[in-house]
């Protein structure tokens, strides 16, 4: 199996999780996945569905289990992966410290709900949650806020999420979805009038620099779950973009 495709992890990370895992289930003396998977395939399975965000049913064809016996798996290993790595969500002010931080926003799609209209994002044209990514200049992920309704202007999330105080005193590059906060954005065309020739050059050197968050987002959402149209429980998404964000700081090596 080519892992790092397949799962998002190299295979060195997936024993080194397996371990973890094995030591928090014999802490507690029982295993919520079931007897007929051992841990390190269990744990596989449960990569591949949120890596790729198959369905149930093929996941199971492509491992030769039955779709209850794959959601077992998944509703069993999601939450211990989370407690595992819980420890390599780096909190956000030591992730920026010293740092040129990038800002931008993006939705986790989710399907249109009924009583969840609030979700639906006009300029998307679909219902989602809009979650804050934070990036270095080289792309890697620094930080991923708590998500918001999916109809929520970028600049409204920002502050909403705690964001825009939390990096009130670093240096932050955003695109102009970020008007009235401290962040640098590209100088916006005056009505009826064109930019100067320093304002052009400023705002290709911010789009240069902020082509890195945009990388950064890619990375994230190669963990499908978040990218294709998330199809489970709508109140358990929080805690999957939480897992979702360990997963990625932990094949980054934080």
Same mark, same amino acid.
């Given at each position: 199996?080519?892992?790092?495709?397949?799962?998002?992890?190299?295979?060195? /990370?997936?024993?080194?999780?397996? &371990?973890?895992?094995? /030591?928090?289930? /014999?802490?507690?003396?029982?295993?919520?996945?079931?007897?007929?998977?051992?841990?390190?395939? #269990?744990?596989?399975?449960?990569?591949?569905? &949120?890596?790729?965000?198959?369905?149930?049913? @093929?996941?199971?064809?492509?491992?030769?289990?039955?779709?209850?016996?794959?959601?077992?798996?998944?509703?069993?290993? $999601?939450?211990?992966?989370?407690?595992?790595?819980?420890?390599?969500?780096?909190?956000? =002010?030591?992730?920026?410290?010293?740092? $040129?931080? $990038?800002?931008?926003?993006?939705?986790?799609?989710?399907?249109?709900?009924?009583? %969840? !209209?609030?979700?639906?994002?006009?300029?998307?044209?679909?219902?989602? $949650?809009?979650?804050?990514?934070?990036?270095?200049?080289?792309?890697?992920?620094?930080? +991923?806020?708590?998500?918001?309704?999916?109809?929520? %202007?970028?600049?409204?999330?920002?502050? !909403?999420?705690?964001?825009?105080?939390?990096?009130?005193?670093?240096?932050?590059?955003?695109?102009? @979805?970020?008007?009235? *906060? %401290? @962040?640098?954005?590209?100088?916006?065309?005056?009505?009826?009038? !064109?930019?100067?020739?320093?304002? =052009?050059?400023?705002? =290709?050197?911010?789009?240069?620099?902020?082509?890195? &968050? !945009?990388?950064?987002?890619? %990375?994230?959402?190669?963990? =499908?779950?978040?990218? *294709?149209?998330?199809?489970?429980?709508?109140?358990?998404?929080?805690?999957? +973009?939480?897992? +979702? #964000?360990?997963?990625?700081?932990?094949?980054?090596?934080?």
């Amino acid at each position: 199996m080519r892992y790092q495709s397949t799962t998002g992890l190299a295979a060195d /990370q997936i024993e080194e999780l397996v &371990v973890r895992i094995w /030591q928090i289930v /014999q802490c507690r003396g029982k295993q919520p996945w079931p007897l007929t998977v051992g841990l390190y395939r #269990a744990v596989v399975i449960t990569l591949v569905y &949120v890596r790729q965000n198959l369905n149930q049913a @093929a996941v199971g064809d492509l491992f030769g289990l039955s779709q209850p016996t794959v959601s077992r798996i998944y509703r069993g290993i $999601l939450p211990l992966i989370g407690e595992a790595l819980c420890l390599h969500i780096p909190d956000l =002010k030591d992730a920026i410290r010293g740092r $040129l931080v $990038l800002v931008d926003g993006t939705d986790v799609p989710t399907g249109n709900r009924a009583g %969840h !209209e609030v979700n639906y994002s006009g300029k998307r044209r679909r219902a989602g $949650l809009n979650i804050q990514i934070a990036a270095d200049t080289d792309g890697d992920l620094l930080g +991923i806020s708590a998500p918001m309704r999916g109809s929520m %202007h970028d600049r409204k999330a920002f502050d !909403e999420c705690g964001w825009e105080d939390r990096l009130s005193d670093t240096p932050t590059i955003a695109d102009p @979805a970020y008007p009235g *906060t %401290h @962040a640098i954005t590209p100088r916006k065309k005056p009505k009826g009038g !064109e930019l100067s020739t320093n304002d =052009k050059s400023n705002n =290709k050197t911010i789009s240069s620099i902020r082509s890195a &968050v !945009e990388r950064c987002i890619a %990375h994230v959402k190669n963990w =499908k779950i978040l990218a *294709t149209g998330y199809r489970g429980r709508l109140a358990e998404l929080p805690t999957i +973009i939480r897992i +979702i #964000a360990a997963l990625e700081f932990y094949r980054l090596g934080w």
